[in-house]
C-alpha cells in the first residue's frame, strides 16, 4: 500500500537552532499535506496545510515564520522549525493526501517525529 | 469552522465486550469524510475506518463499524469483541471533499481490561 515516510523519527536540537522535518510520499503523488503538532494525551492539531507549488496554508495561531513549510514537490514536503525553544518541544506528524476519490484511501500518515529542544 | 468533539477522555471495557466511542462533528458543508484512526503509545497513526457524508449505509471494517447518524452528526465506533491490543487512544477525524482540510477531535483513550 501506499507509504509516507517521515524523518527523523527523533531529533534534539540546541535551543535557538533550526531543525527540518521530511515528510515523503513513497509511491503516490500527494497533492495536499497536513502537518500536525501532538503534546502528549492529546490530540493532533493541524498546523497548516501545503499544497504542491503554492505557499501553506497556516491556521489561526500557528506562527508562519517560525514553523515554515515548503511542499516543492509532489513528493516531498518540510517543516523546518527555526530558533526552536524548549516549548516547541512536541510530536510532529504528517499525511498526506493523494488525488483521486476522498475515501479512507487516500489520506496517509507518516510516523512521526519526536523532536526535543534542550 | 469545523468542529470535533469526543466527550469520552477514557473508557474501559472487559476484554471480548463491545465498546462504543462517541464522536459528534459540526460543519456546513453537504461534502465531508469521516475517519476514525487508532494511536498506539508509539505514535503511529491506524487508519480503522470511513464514512462518506454521502453513504447511505454505516461502514465496516472487520470488528469495526461505524454508527453514522447524520442528522445527529454523530459517527460513532463500534468496536465489537474488544481484544487486549485495542487499547490506544482513539481519534476521530473529519476531512472536506472538496478543501484542503482535515480536523481531529480530542481523542478517547481506551483500555480493554482482562
Known amino acids: 500500500g501506499a507509504v509516507v515516510s517521515q524523518h527523523p523519527s527523533r531529533v534534539i536540537c540546541k535551543s535557538g537552532t533550526s531543525v527540518k522535518i521530511e515528510c515523503r510520499s513513497l509511491d503516490f503523488q500527494a497533492t495536499t499535506m497536513f502537518w500536525y503538532r501532538q503534546f502528549p494525551k492529546q490530540s493532533l492539531m493541524l498546523m497548516a496545510t501545503?499544497?504542491?507549488?503554492?505557499?501553506?496554508?497556516?491556521e489561526q495561531g500557528v506562527e508562519k515564520d517560525k514553523f515554515l513549510i515548503n511542499h516543492a514537490s509532489l513528493t516531498l514536503s518540510t517543516l523546518t522549525v527555526t530558533s526552536a525553544h524548549p516549548e516547541d518541544s512536541s510530536f510532529y506528524i504528517c499525511s498526506a493526501r493523494g488525488s483521486g476519490v476522498f475515501s479512507g484511501n487516500t489520506i496517509y500518515f507518516g510516523e512521526g517525529s519526536w523532536l526535543t529542544v534542550v | 469552522a469545523q468542529k470535533i468533539t469526543q466527550t469520552q477522555p477514557g473508557m474501559f471495557v472487559q476484554e471480548k465486550e463491545a465498546v462504543t466511542l462517541d464522536c459528534t462533528y459540526d460543519t456546513s458543508d453537504p461534502s465531508y469524510g469521516l475517519f476514525w484512526y487508532k494511536q498506539p503509545s508509539s505514535g503511529e497513526m491506524i487508519f480503522l475506518i470511513y464514512q462518506g457524508s454521502y453513504d447511505q449505509q454505516n461502514a465496516t471494517e472487520g470488528r469495526y463499524s461505524l454508527n453514522f447518524q447524520k442528522a445527529r452528526k454523530s459517527a460513532n465506533l463500534v468496536i465489537s469483541a474488544s481484544q487486549l491490543g485495542d487499547s490506544a487512544m482513539y481519534f476521530c477525524a473529519m476531512g472536506l471533499l472538496n478543501g484542503n482540510q482535515f480536523y481531529f477531535g480530542t481523542g478517547t483513550s481506551l483500555t480493554v481490561i482482562p
Open positions: 501545503s499544497n504542491e507549488g503554492s505557499k501553506a496554508t497556516y
